[in-house]
């Protein structure tokens, strides 16, 4: 049975900018917090790869609801992409299915073909991804050598930028919407420049508001422990900042709790406010 402070937290809600560790996946790092917090009602806004590390959102208890609102937040990236080898799961976990040479290329020619993938474009969910077909995970399938058809989606890339280059390798920044698979994104500008790619590093710098300079650390103090863990919470009004407020004029509060919907001039809105902290 679990004590009245754990009844208290579940029904209060808190959200946490964690850091996930590489090799662990997601559910890894949910299960994680579970244990330190001792509650069992805890979910992640958004999967993180084994190989990737960096910002991994965490709802507690009430905030668990939250989710939908956390889930489609922007999220940005910095990595390294390893030209002339192709792996069957884009990245260094794999097996090496494919390898080409390099063309000679520089900064310059690396960054006009990363421009041509600005915008919207259609990416297809690759194998090892957690998309579902007929119930069941692609990733499931891939493990037992069974690869299906998918269908491509489309996705947002806000920002795709070289930062450096040392052949056979690439280092990039990328600023995209929710979906983006970012392993995809690096094959595809390998084959635009004539040869093979896999990802070799990957780091998740922030989602939305929450940075990777904030993010709390599971494996040492603070985080590691169940005072510390709670120290770093983000409470729910903080974590929905890159929303905007709408505060109900007192006479109406009651009323609004109770179903009633108040005229628009009873409705001010507020801006958004910005980066949220945590650990750092």
Same mark, same amino acid.
């Given at each position: 049975m679990m004590s009245n402070p754990d009844l208290a937290l579940e029904s209060s809600g808190l959200v946490l900018n964690v850091y996930k560790e590489i090799p662990w996946t997601s559910h890894d790092a949910v299960s994680r917090v579970r244990r330190i917090l001792g509650i069992?009602?805890? =979910?992640?806004?958004?999967?993180?790869?084994?190989?990737?590390?960096?910002v991994l959102i965490v709802c507690v208890g009430r905030a668990t609801k939250l989710?939908?609102?956390?889930?489609?937040? &922007?999220?940005?990236?910095?990595?390294?992409?390893? $030209? &002339?080898? %192709?792996?069957?799961? &884009?990245?260094?976990?794999?097996?090496?299915?494919?390898?080409?040479?390099?063309? !000679?290329l520089d900064q310059g020619a690396l960054q006009a073909a990363a421009d041509r993938f600005i915008g919207a474009i259609e990416q297809i969910p690759p194998m090892v991804s957690a998309v579902k077909i007929d119930g069941q995970r692609l990733y499931d399938l891939a493990r037992k050598g069974v690869e299906v058809e998918r269908k491509a989606r489309r996705v947002e890339i806000g920002r795709f930028t070289i930062t450096k280059v040392e052949l056979p390798r690439v280092d990039f920044e990328v600023e995209c919407g929710k979906g983006t698979y970012i392993?995809?994104? !690096?094959?595809?500008?390998?084959?635009?420049? =004539?040869?093979v790619g896999m990802i070799e590093t990957l780091s998740r710098t922030h989602v939305g508001p929450f940075e990777i300079a904030d993010a709390c650390r599971l494996i040492s103090p603070?985080?590691?422990? %169940?005072?510390? $863990?709670?120290?770093? !919470?983000?409470?729910?009004?903080?974590?929905?900042?890159?929303?905007? &407020?709408?505060?109900?004029?007192?006479?109406?509060? %009651? %009323?609004?709790?109770?179903?009633?919907?108040?005229?628009?001039?009873?409705?001010?809105?507020e801006a958004t406010r910005g980066r949220v902290n945590g650990c750092g």
């Open positions: 069992r009602q805890v =979910g992640h806004g958004g999967s993180l790869d084994p190989f990737a590390n960096g989710l939908t609102h956390l889930v489609d937040l &922007g999220k940005g990236y910095r990595g390294t992409l390893r $030209l &002339g080898r %192709r792996t069957d799961s &884009g990245d260094l976990g794999g097996q090496v299915v494919e390898e080409r040479a390099v063309p !000679a392993r995809t994104l !690096a094959e595809d500008l390998a084959k635009a420049v =004539g040869t603070p985080g590691s422990t %169940r005072d510390g $863990l709670l120290s770093q !919470a983000v409470d729910m009004n903080r974590a929905l900042s890159h929303l905007q &407020g709408i505060k109900v004029d007192h006479a109406w509060i %009651r %009323r609004l709790r109770q179903g009633g919907v108040p005229p628009r001039n009873a409705l001010h809105i």
